[in-house]
């Protein structure tokens, strides 16, 4: 039972140390328990308001949580429960009608012994009139009030207002640490929210890159994405990984009438499968511990875009099903919600697995598949398009010279036929990876063979053998260099002569005697 003191009309007041009653601690308790299991910080108020007024034992009769909006001209919560003062109903300024907004404004604990005394507090109409005494606190952030928690007591003038204001002081401190860790959260989803509309923006607006290449299994894949790329067909790329499956997508994106909305892409096999779910619906609060608030999901980010599944075949089957729905009903709900929500999304999905197999072993849903497959592209691998390595390699070579800030030009010819008869397993990825490798190597304008990577360093790709002499070496060397001055003097032998500082008679000579065909780089 709160202790006696001498009673005070209105007064700021600091609580002093004290020992907290048994009950007084258990209700903290059940207070920090209900702010750690209920993700809803309004509810969770509620719940703390009701049974903190249920307390008749410690002689309280009402009690009142008032938390402002962050810009402080409307009430983001105000919940009360069990009192005869008038409460508000639905949002209202923290003004000087409400003794809680006092406490607001001020960032101090009030504390008014007898309410009929003071004109700030108004009875709610045909309400009986009860003395009553009153305690306020102010929950703390960063040292300024946010908001209010008051109670009501019963007025007794042998009542310690001083004790009851520590207790309240200590619920108050329970609840401001809620409020931080809940507005923590709404930051970092709005941040969230903030940085994917800014990415989709930048999507929307940067230059496309073009498709590289003009061998014939290129130029089918070019047709087919010019065929389906103004229909909205859900699009399945088939391939090897690395051949530019996400150049393709976008590329049916950006010519899509869908172009200026979102594009999301979805990495299904980068995601671990406990977590890919959450990514493509969302959540709702408290759907599972730590979903502190709302979560959009992909599906609700790509929202009149498009949605691009990347390796679609790594999905589990859990999430298949959900999948199939959605592309059967062009609806979903958020993980723990109930509300079903439309969607508008056109689904491009990639894979470099063989999905019949993968039905065959059960892996792989047939009814998803067919969903998938209504449109087939089949991206070829780069060894079957030997004519665009050449064009690809020029063009990394341009794009990672200006990223790197180098004044790298062009590829020596022995670099170019060892790039040519490489069988490129990683495709075009591993291309660019060789080229940017070789960029970053290079010290002058010409990269040469020794800049690629080891991999590609082979007697077959390079024409040297595994263990060289100083001379072979020489001459590897040497003749990369007339090779290359013919390149860049479009075969004029004079000229290239000039270029390397010698004679044309003794660069003819060693043109001679190396076998070099000079008229192929007329």
């Not at 305690?135 to 109670?151: E, Q, Y």
């Not at 062009?330 to 491009?348: A, D, H, M, S, Y």
Request: hydrophobic share 40%; glycine share 6%; net charge positive.
């Amino acid at each position: 039972m709160f202790q006696p003191s001498t009673p005070a009309q209105w007064t700021d007041a600091e609580p002093r140390a004290s020992h907290e009653e048994p009950r007084e601690l258990t209700l903290v308790r059940e207070v920090s328990q209900l702010l750690a299991d209920q993700a809803d910080l309004r509810a969770a108020f509620k719940q703390i308001v009701q049974n903190v007024a249920g307390q008749s034992r410690l002689g309280i009769a009402g009690a009142m949580v008032l938390l402002p909006g962050e810009r402080g001209d409307q009430a983001d919560i105000c919940v009360a429960e069990g009192s005869a003062l008038q409460r508000p109903r639905g949002p209202v300024a923290p003004d000087a009608v409400s003794l809680a907004g006092q406490v607001v404004q001020r960032g101090r604990p009030v504390i008014v012994s007898r309410l009929s005394r003071t004109p700030r507090a108004r009875l709610a109409p045909g309400a009986a009139a009860p003395e009553l005494s009153l305690v306020a606190a102010p929950i703390l952030l960063g040292g300024r009030a946010a908001g209010a928690l008051s109670l009501e007591l019963a007025y007794a003038r042998d009542r310690d207002l001083q004790h009851v204001l520590r207790y309240v002081t200590l619920l108050a401190s329970t609840m401001a640490q809620a409020v931080a860790g809940s507005r923590r959260a709404q930051e970092r989803q709005r941040l969230s929210d903030e940085t994917s509309d800014l990415r989709n923006r930048v999507l929307e607006q940067a230059e496309f890159p073009r498709l590289v290449g003009t061998s014939a299994p290129l130029g089918e894949v070019q047709t087919q994405v010019a065929q389906v790329a103004s229909a909205d067909t859900t699009v399945l790329l088939r391939g090897e990984s690395g051949t530019g499956k996400g150049l393709i997508a976008q590329a049916i994106h950006h010519n899509s009438p869908r172009a200026r909305k979102p594009f999301v892409t979805v990495s299904c096999a980068a995601l671990p499968a406990d977590l890919i779910e959450s990514e493509l619906f969302g959540y709702e609060a408290g759907a599972f511990t730590g979903a502190q608030t709302l979560k959009k999901g992909r599906l609700e980010m790509a929202n009149g875009g498009t949605l691009f599944l990347d390796e679609v075949g790594e999905l589990t089957p859990a999430v298949q099903v959900k999948l199939l729905r959605v592309l059967q009903q062009r609806e979903f709900e958020r993980l723990g919600g109930t509300q079903t929500i439309p969607l508008n999304v056109r689904v491009l999905a990639a894979t470099n697995r063989n999905l019949e197999k993968a039905i065959a072993s059960s892996e792989f849903r047939e009814d998803l598949y067919y969903r998938l497959n209504v449109f087939s592209i089949f991206v070829p691998p780069l060894r079957d398009r030997k004519a665009d390595i050449l064009l690809l390699a020029d063009h990394f070579l341009e794009r990672f010279a200006r990223e790197h800030g180098k004044n790298v030009r062009r590829i020596s010819t022995p670099a170019i036929d060892m790039l040519a008869s490489y069988h490129w397993p990683g495709n075009v990825r591993e291309l660019s990876n060789a080229i940017e490798r070789a960029v970053v190597l290079c010290d002058g304008g010409v990269v040469h063979a020794h800049h690629l990577p080891p991999t590609l360093q082979t007697a077959e790709s390079s024409g040297t053998a595994a263990n060289q002499s100083l001379e072979e070496i020489v001459e590897a060397v040497e003749k990369d260099a007339l090779q290359d001055a013919l390149k860049q003097s479009r075969g004029n032998r004079a000229l290239a002569a000039r270029l390397l500082r010698t004679t044309r008679r003794i660069f003819n000579y060693k043109v001679r005697n190396y076998g070099i065909d000079w008229r192929r780089f007329e």
